[in-house]
């Protein structure tokens, strides 16, 4: 136990998070409508001239958001304010000084049609910052592609001009569902084509100038992926560079090479993550024109480059700066733009404590927008002008930081030996050894770090430990931890779960007797598997969307083609519904209504193998709610986390002096079905 302690204690310091031992806080439980509300303000950005600032802002808890659009100079002073009556704004992005590109979603149906087909669609419209001049709709299928600052009256969107429920009469399917790129015009609306697209092409990448100049495609056939490029000019001609086999996973992983950005200083050289023979994923530099590959820019041995890192430059068009990558939890950054690595290292030092994102740029980024987060903040968004900070607003303000846990991160051994990193949120309340709640993200195949997570705080503010165990099949760990996941759902994947929490219990942090696991999506089908495995370690489970029938995730799943391949082979193992007569933990099952991800009829399954087995469960459907955060509306949100927290409280028997039985009664939701003692 001390071993670990002083470990978490270190990680603290140089987190900079409060130093303080959990027992030495006083129970200040914030209310749970501080975790049901949507966030307060997001989306903060600058003009491309650097004259006004917009964020999205929630008027009211039960409200949509609107678009509130300042003066830089009178941050005080009356703001613009854009809405809708029946869409809700998802997010929006600046496309001149003018416009704002706004995307939507819009309830179009009562019932899903299909996997990803849901009761919503998305919809889009371009708005000026002069209400008076109204809305200019487009096509539901249309993309922002780029701004073009060299054409400021205009910018590139990627559409087949369809709308949802449109009827497709006069056109041909492959014609509806084959998107061209086109230059738009937001004085005249007129669109001009720049490039036809096709049924076999795709991922389209563009250079700094705006031309298109890669293209993918995937051979279903021959399990190949192919790429292209293009010269600059060329309109048609597009030239094979590089090709690979997808079954040639040592090799090339499941991304086989992800285009990052061209080089600044020479338009035919990219830069590109890819495997090559290695286990993490490192950036290359690789000529379009010929397919060398010409150097190893950045590879580190232990963890995966994730993401390209962009100028925020609002004047131009984004340039790559450099690479992201996860390292022990944190954000670790490369860079290839030297300007950019200082503006960065000096807002790091300017707010030590938490992540720091700068979001916009102008004039050599002496004016910024920089969103700050960590554990104990969920999000702050300040101003930067000549070296003067002025907050613009947070996103959950009536969370106070003493409310919330801190966080760290842990390496574990699984019982084969693999070690399994961890993200490990300690109570904000209560002394070792603690109640620990496993939560396992979703996906699987998907990244995860530090940063302030809603579903750890509404637990760490209630006095229960959090453990996110990045098991194998998480992303950012190199081709091995990805590959050991292949077939293994409810088996090792499982197993490292359960090792995370024994380890917690053998360092005399976490309570053998007050153990249960809660997920969402895959973690809600691991609280299913959870619920009939044994030997068994956990008092109860909360499976929130869960997974039953694996066979049937792996037909409904719909992403890209190289994905759906995979899937068929990776997505394997235990089916919790074939195995509810093994049940051995009560569970509480909760299903969003119109769930088009993951359809209820996995809830539903598992819920009719438990109750025919006369196993202890409680279900709950929340109304008209999908597989998202921003389909759970504030109602929703109460219900799912009263259940949750009462559900700890009650049948798991893991009260805490912030969670006490029946504390949250007022707010539970009515069960379809039950079955309890």
Known sequence: MKRLLATLSAGFAILGLAGAPAQAQSVNTPPLEAFATYSAMSNVSLSPDGEHIAFMRLPARDANYIIEIYDIDNLDGRPVRLGAERMQITGFSWVSDEHLWVNFIQQVRDDIEDVNRGVFASKRAIANINPREGWIQLPDDASLVSRLPESPDEILIYTANVNQNESLEGRSRVDAFTRDFVRFNLNTERQR????????????????DGDIRFASEVNAGSREVIYYSRGKGERDQWTEFLRFSINDY???????????????????????????????????????????????????????????????????????????????????????????????NAVDAAFPSTRNRILDCFEGCSTMIVQTQGARDPGTYYLIRNGRAQVVGREYPALEPEQLGDMGFVRYPARDGREIPGILTMPAFGEAPYPLVVLPHGGPWVSETHAYDEWTQVLA??????????????????????????????????????????????????????????????????????????????????????????????????????????????YRGLDPSENTADANIPILVIHGEVDQRVPIFHSERMVDGLQANNKPYRYIVLEDADHFSNTIDFDNQMILYSELLNWLSGPCGMATEGNQPGQYASTLGQPVSANMP
């Open 250 to 344: 040592e090799q090339y992983g499941q991304t086989g090479i992800n285009f990052l950005g061209f080089d600044p200083l020479n338009l035919n050289h990219a830069f590109v993550a890819a495997h090559r023979g290695q286990d993490t994923l490192g950036v290359h530099l690789i000529d379009v024109t010929t397919g060398e590959f010409l150097e190893t820019v950045f590879q580190h041995p232990d963890v995966d480059v994730l993401a390209p890192v962009f100028t925020q430059n609002v004047e131009s068009t984004n340039e790559l700066a450099g690479f992201g990558f996860y390292l022990d939890g944190e954000v670790e950054r490369v860079y290839i733009d030297a300007d950019m690595q200082a503006v960065q």
């Open 461 to 570: 503010s209630h006095g229960y430990m959090v453990l996110q165990p990045q098991y194998r099949g998480s992303e950012g760990y190199g081709l091995d931890h990805w590959l050991a996941s292949w077939g293994q759902w409810g088996y090792t994947m499982q197993d490292d779960k359960d090792d995370g929490a024994m380890f917690l219990v053998e360092e005399g942090l976490a309570d053998p007797d007050r153990l249960a696991m809660f997920g969402w999506s895959y973690g809600g089908y691991a609280a299913f598997a959870a619920t009939v495995r044994t030997e068994q370690i956990y008092q109860c489970s909360i499976a929130g969307a869960g997974v039953s029938d694996i066979s049937r995730i792996q037909a409904d799943f719909t992403q890209n083609r190289i994905s759906r391949l995979l899937i068929r082979e990776g």
């Open 193 to 208: 084509l720049v490039l036809r697209g096709n049924t076999r092409l795709g991922g389209f990448r563009l250079d700094r």
